[in-house]
């Protein structure tokens, strides 16, 4: 099941997971203005994005892109090999969470890229996140993120993929 929160509480709540360790670790310094993670994060041009090995089974895809108004063109999308920890270092966007039981698939598994896409539906859980903010998506939470909240605006955030038998 999704969970959702500031960085520093989930990390209180993770913390007898000795595999996110690094992780959280990223993360504190990534929503740190004076680190290089954060300054990295923050240099990204729209539609950039970068990917970042944190160990050798973690990694991370930094990016920043603008938010998206609703339209029957998105999906939603979930993972069987990997759990999502999103996190915004700065802006806000609206992310959609619905059980993949409840979904209609738009494809089939992609073993190579880990993911199975499924088409919207105007009946989810909506999830709004901002700086510092993380929400942490398991293999059976289809979530459609990059919505607007208000209006369009640019997110820089980061998705750490953690192995789904780390939890």
Request: glycine share 2%; hydrophobic share 35%; with cysteine.
């Amino acid at each position: 099941m999704a969970s959702f929160g500031k960085v520093i509480e989930l990390e209180k709540e993770l913390k007898n997971f000795p595999h996110l360790e690094i992780v959280f670790k990223y993360l504190n310094d990534a929503i740190r203005k004076d680190t290089e993670i954060n300054r990295r994060i923050m240099a990204y041009k729209v539609n950039e994005h970068q990917r970042i090995i944190l160990s050798k089974n973690i990694f991370a895809i930094e990016q920043s892109y603008n938010t998206k108004e609703w339209s029957e063109e998105l999906f939603f999308e979930s993972h069987v090999k990997y759990v999502d920890i999103q996190c915004i270092i700065y802006g806000e966007e609206m992310i959609e969470v619905k059980d993949i039981d409840l979904l209609t698939p738009k494809t089939e598994y992609n073993k190579e890229d880990d993911y199975t896409l499924y088409d919207v539906t105007t009946k989810s859980s909506k999830l709004i996140l901002s700086n510092a903010d993380i929400g942490i998506f398991f293999p059976r939470d289809g979530h459609m993120p990059g919505m607007k909240v208000t209006s369009s605006s640019q997110v820089f955030k980061t998705v750490v993929k953690v192995p789904y038998k780390f939890f």
